[in-house]
């Protein structure tokens, strides 16, 4: 992990890594039930599209010209009764 909860004026970024070959920017969406959708389901593309601007403010912060750059999700679902659901979603966007 190279960060964790980076902010900047625009926002924040819930998790950033690598996997060796690229950098890769994790949105972490928890919820309790389902009732207004799943976790994932929660990433709207305006979200989408926030997460990016921030990872070009990060980029630049941490002077790094060019790299490729993969957006996942975690998707964490803990309802009130049951076991908990985690859910990886690799170039989710």
Same mark, same amino acid.
């Given at each position: ?18 996997? $060796? @070959?690229?950098?890769?920017? *994790? /949105? +972490? ?9 799943? =976790?994932?389901?929660? %990433? ?16 630049? $912060? @941490?002077?790094?010209?060019? *790299? /490729? +750059? ?9 309802? =009130?009764?049951?076991? %908990? ?9």
């Amino acid at each position: 992990m190279l960060s964790r909860n980076w902010r900047c004026r625009d926002g924040e970024l819930d998790v950033v890594a690598t996997d $060796a @070959h690229r950098l890769v920017v *994790c /949105e +972490v969406k928890t919820r309790s039930g389902t009732t207004f959708g799943t =976790p994932a389901e929660a %990433v709207t593309w305006r979200k989408a599209a926030r997460i990016r601007r921030v990872t070009q403010a990060f980029l630049s $912060a @941490h002077h790094v010209r060019w *790299c /490729e +750059v993969r957006f996942d999700v975690l998707a964490v679902l803990i309802p =009130p009764r049951g076991p %908990v659901s985690l859910r990886h979603y690799e170039a989710a966007f």
